[in-house]
């Protein structure tokens, strides 16, 4: 059979622990058989980190600028722990944290149904995707200990020198805390972008919602640039594709989402998005079915797994034990970069290989051949719990039929 060709290259950004172990296998046992595999190579794992003084990771988020696509890897987010480990010159930061900042953009997280494997709220038949603005709001915020009978007040001045005060609270007969936070218009409007963007791409309706009844200024901001941009640059294609924008309080958002069959994109404030996709990761069975893509706003893509680097299943596997760590999120990353790839440069069979790979990952669990975590959840009666390696030669069998 002969090997599918790549016309443009894409980013491929390798990583840490037991998902680097995956990444191989991953390659040799279902990419590079079926695809002449064109990708910048760049080796995010914390030892070359530290040997670059962490060059490569902006090295790897200006080459995805460049070609557009991008396949990472779960990597490790050094701590104190980890400096000791890895014998660290400095505390990295977090290789997502830079990429996102380079390339500024959004997180959307999706996840992988599968028969046998039930949302807890079992009237979910579609994906809920989340999207989470990363920016700012109480994660950039100042914040402190207020004692009794002090005043706290809100000031700012304008580039003129102005001042503009107004009394946040006056703390008689009890100590207190007090909390600054703030947001930028780019920022929320970048995001407003990346979601309208991803809306059209999926082809699903977009959700938004915020608490603007009661943050009149703050929340509302963000309600009024979401709903500005709508009108002015995305209305007419949301028509056209027959999707829909749809604002709401946050709490009745809650509520509808409980209540809907899923297949649409929930945009979220950080804060909403941070609580809200874990009820939403929990809710659809596990975090290893669940994909996340970074999209900027300018329409570049970084495909990933939203778990870490299954720490745990890595020592087992040093230990020589056997593992049954589930795959799937990062395959879904590689299938994610390799059909965007082939839509970017009109390479269809690209895109169509890209299917077929998650029509024989499914086809897999549903058959009743999964890893440990998927066997704990799934209802199917078959079941039959495999290590990592035969969990890919099961899906390389299915992929190999369909791809004849
Ligand atoms: P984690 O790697 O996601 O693992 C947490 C637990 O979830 C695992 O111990 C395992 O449970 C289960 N799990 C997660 N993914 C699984 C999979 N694919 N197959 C089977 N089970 C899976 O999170 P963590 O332990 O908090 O973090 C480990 C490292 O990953 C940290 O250094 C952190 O910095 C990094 N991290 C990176 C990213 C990223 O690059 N995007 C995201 C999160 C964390 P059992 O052990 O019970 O089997
Ligand atoms: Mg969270």
């Keep these: 059979m002969a090997k599918i060709q790549m016309t443009t290259p894409i980013v491929e950004m390798d990583g840490d622990e037991m998902t680097r172990i995956l990444w191989k296998m991953i390659k040799d046992k279902l990419i590079l058989p079926f695809i002449d595999l ?175 009844t009661i943050s009149k200024k703050y929340d509302h901001r963000f309600k009024d640039i979401f709903n500005e941009i709508f009108e002015k640059e995305y209305k007419e294609k949301f028509e056209k594709a027959g999707i829909t924008y749809f604002y709401t309080l946050i709490d009745d958002a809650v509520a509808r989402v409980v209540r809907s069959e899923g297949g649409y994109i929930w945009a979220c404030k950080n804060y909403d998005g941070d609580v809200m996709s874990d009820m939403v990761a929990t809710a659809f069975g596990s975090l290893a079915m669940m994909t996340s893509v970074l999209v900027s706003p300018d329409g570049i893509y970084e495909y990933e797994a939203a778990h870490g680097t299954v720490q745990r299943h890595y020592y087992k596997y040093l230990n020589g034990e056997s593992t049954s760590t589930n795959s799937v999120a990062t395959l879904f990353a590689w299938s994610g970069a390799l059909r965007k790839r082939g839509e970017l440069d009109g390479n269809t069979a690209l895109s169509d290989y890209a299917d077929k790979l998650e029509k024989a990952t499914i086809a897999t669990i549903e058959d009743g051949i999964m890893t440990g975590d998927l066997y704990l959840l799934s209802s199917l009666e078959n079941k039959k719990k495999v290590d990592s390696e035969t969990f890919l030669d099961e899906i390389n069998k299915r992929l190999t039929a369909l791809m004849a």
């Design 38 to 212: 064109k990708s910048e190579y760049y080796d995010l794992g914390l030892e070359n980190r530290e040997k670059t003084k962490d060059q490569v990771t902006i090295d790897s988020a200006e080459a995805t600028k460049k070609y557009g696509v991008a396949v990472k890897c779960a990597t490790i987010t050094p701590n104190a722990e980890r400096v000791k480990e890895y014998n660290l010159t400095q505390m990295w930061k977090s290789p997502n944290g830079t990429i996102r900042a380079i390339l500024d953009g959004t997180v959307f997280r999706t996840p992988i149904l599968v028969k046998g494997i039930t949302p807890y709220i079992s009237n979910w038949k579609k994906p809920i995707t989340i999207a989470r603005h990363a920016y700012g709001d109480v994660y950039k915020n100042t914040e402190m200990v207020v004692s009794e009978g002090s005043k706290a007040e809100l000031i700012v001045t304008d580039k003129y020198g102005n001042e503009t005060r107004q009394l946040i609270h006056e703390f008689k007969g009890s100590d207190g805390i007090i909390q600054g936070l703030h947001n930028v218009d780019k920022s929320i409007g970048s995001f407003a972008r990346a979601c309208f963007n991803f809306a059209l791409d999926k082809k699903e309706d977009l959700w938004f919602a915020t608490k603007d």
